[in-house]
């Protein structure tokens, strides 16, 4: 018999339907000679404390430092405490009994990081010795499924996937565990106050904008505007200088020479550029990426977005969700043509589907070198019936992004006009002569958002023009936006830094803090915790999350770029660098930490005040 492992009942009962298996069993399905079982996502993690003999939370336990990790299945919250999940414990039974008979077992869990973890896990705690195959597919789509089968893979070709996870796994477990024991003691144990390896400097992240903003002070300034008259077109232009002193504005504004004034031609065109410029069509959409959209432009948290893409995906509407990878291969994009021409009767995307159709495609996400696991997020071809509003809004991006990564340049004509008038001013306008892949979405050119002039009229260098109105603005700086789950989940791809190139961003996507996959999780943990709370569409520190922050910020588990440079040697780990390397250094790391934590104590009792840690 062989065994099939999914990841959720869900997929099982898909995989056994795509091959004709229909007899219901406890906790599996079986037939034509296969059976398929299914795990309930994690069924084990690894092991509390206590599991090691360190009982209760007393400084002389840490750090705690286990030899061997062992495996501990799920626990759940009764009225009795804590205990075992007795559905984990009698699934975990039936998945021994199967591959106790098992002549080939097949791991059909999520192809990805967590997927592979979850499956070894179970492997591991079983005991089980038996040779598997890995089915590592990219949709669910029936073809796909059945070609993944014709092609399984050896599971020791995944043995570096599971060291990452496992490291992964290791490291959040000896840091998360004994920085909050050393925080929570030093604190006097009036309160959990939980620590983690990527929680930490993303609220260290958040904490630090938030008091930058409330800390902000603004700064006025002064510009002159001027309105000129091109036979009849009117437009505006901003004076290149600012003012600090409303007095030294006001005299340089009364010495602009306007209508008003009596001159007829008062301001002198120095210098007119009119550039082409191209912008090349985004990259495709991987999770992250996808989540900042759809916060953007539908207030969809990461979670939310994470849930109906992996619906999607079990839809077998969507390609693989948990993907880091915006770019696809040559053989993925063969199938392009065909994904594209299944939304001629999509009521927004029909008219650039055909477009699209008769065109040359846009090859800029197409790099086999770039693909990771998995490819970027693409649709499959498969027309969806009936979806819900927000599963339709993330069908959507996903297939109007795909319209637009193909798509042609956004040609657009830059103009700047300089004009002299006691001072220099500069009018600047955008006109789009070919909107290309914006014609998608029929989306606003960011750079317009800020113009005065929607488009500029033809004049030379040399021309006199009449300045018709003029204005002293008062004007004042103003402090960066705080973090939205957008803006947190760009920022976490490059630990903090500003960059808004994608193409350098997505280099830097080994080096972020967390994984697209584990990005939504951080943030809603930095929730559970009453670390945050979101406002509006806003994240806010509470006075908890403050107070934590206040004691940590100088620690180096609020580093950002150190913890940045975990993610980078995890995923060396998956390329075959040494596992043993990286869990001596996360050792001597979590003494270090534990033992700044433990000595925070003089400083500790003034920060988390017993309202302060009150979120």
């Keep these: 018999m062989k065994i099939v492992i999914a990841e959720k009942p869900s997929v099982g009962r898909e995989l056994a339907k795509v091959f004709g298996a229909t007899t219901r069993k406890d906790g599996y399905i079986e037939g034509k000679g296969y059976s398929f079982t299914w795990a309930f996502g994690h069924l084990l993690q690894l092991a509390p404390p206590q599991e090691y003999g360190f009982y209760g939370w007393r400084k002389e336990h840490l750090p705690m430092l286990p030899q061997k990790f062992k495996l501990s299945i799920r626990k759940i919250k009764t009225k009795d405490g804590i205990v075992e999940d007795p559905g984990v414990r009698k699934q975990l039974d039936t998945i021994k009994m199967l591959f106790d008979q098992a002549t080939e077992i097949i791991v059909a869990t999520d192809a990805g990081r967590e997927g592979e973890l979850i499956f070894r896990y179970i492997y591991s705690y079983l005991k089980c010795k038996k040779p598997f195959k890995r089915l590592w597919i990219s949709s669910q789509t029936d073809e796909a499924i059945k070609d993944g089968f014709r092609n399984l893979k050896p599971g020791t070709d995944y043995d570096t996937l599971f060291s990452s996870a496992h490291c992964r796994s290791v490291s959040d477990w000896l840091v998360g565990m004994n920085a909050t024991q050393a925080l929570s003691i030093s604190a006097g144990n009036r309160s959990v106050l939980s620590l983690g390896r990527v929680q930490t400097p993303t609220l260290a992240m958040i904490c630090a904008r938030y008091l930058e903003i409330k800390n902000f002070v603004p700064k006025i300034y002064y510009q002159i505007g001027i309105q000129l008259d091109k036979e009849g077109v009117l437009f505006k232009a901003m004076s290149v200088d600012s003012f600090d002193v409303k007095e030294d504005g006001e005299a340089v504004f009364a010495k602009v020479q306007d209508v008003a004034s009596g001159f007829s031609n008062g301001g002198q065109i120095t210098d007119v550029e009119a550039k082409p410029r191209k912008e090349p069509p985004p990259l495709l959409h991987d999770l992250s990426s996808l989540q900042q959209e759809a916060n953007k432009r539908n207030g969809f948290t990461a979670d939310q977005t994470l849930s109906l893409l992996q619906n999607l995906y079990e839809s077998k509407l969507v390609t693989y969700p948990r993907t880091g990878s915006r770019y696809i291969g040559d053989d993925v994009f063969a199938t392009v043509p065909a994904l594209i021409a299944s939304l001629n009767d999509h009521p927004q995307f029909a008219r650039q589907a055909a477009f699209l159709q008769e065109n040359a495609l846009n090859k800029r996400s197409v790099n086999a070198k770039k693909v990771t696991d998995h490819h970027a997020i693409l649709v499959t071809g498969i027309k969806p019936g009936g979806l819900g509003k927000d599963h339709q809004a993330i069908y959507d991006l996903v297939a109007g992004r795909m319209l637009e990564a193909f798509h042609q340049e956004c040609i657009k004509e830059v103009t700047k006009i300089t004009i002299q008038s006691e001072i220099i001013f500069v009018a600047n306008g955008t006109v789009i002569r070919s909107a290309g892949w914006r014609s998608v979405f029929n989306e606003v050119d960011d750079e317009k958002k800020d113009e005065d002039n929607s488009a ?66 951080i943030i809603e943990t930095l929730l559970t915790r009453e670390y945050i709370i979101r406002e509006k569409r806003n994240l806010v520190p509470t006075a908890k999350g403050l107070a934590v922050y206040e004691v940590v910020k100088d620690k180096r588990i609020a580093q950002a770029e150190l913890t940045g440079s975990w993610e980078k040697r995890l995923e060396e780990i998956r390329s075959g660098a040494s596992v043993q390397d990286f869990k001596t250094e996360i050792i001597d790391y979590t003494k270090s930490i534990t033992q700044e934590l433990l000595t925070a104590g003089a400083t500790i009792s003034s920060q988390l005040s017993p309202t302060a840690v009150t979120a």
């Excluded at 204005?471 to 402090?479: G, R, S, V, Y």
């Excluded at 760009?490 to 190139?501: H, N, P, R, V, Y």
Aim: hydrophobic content about 35%; glycine content about 6%.
């Design 456 to 521: 500029l009229p033809k004049v030379k260098k040399g021309e006199a023009l009449p300045i018709v109105n003029k204005a002293l603005l008062e004007k004042q700086t103003k402090p960066k936006a705080m973090y939205n789950e957008a803006s947190l989940l760009k920022a976490l791809e490059t630990c903090g830094k500003e960059i808004e190139d994608e193409e350098l961003r997505y280099a830097m996507k080994d080096s972020g803090l967390g994984t697209p996959a584990t990005r939504a999780a």
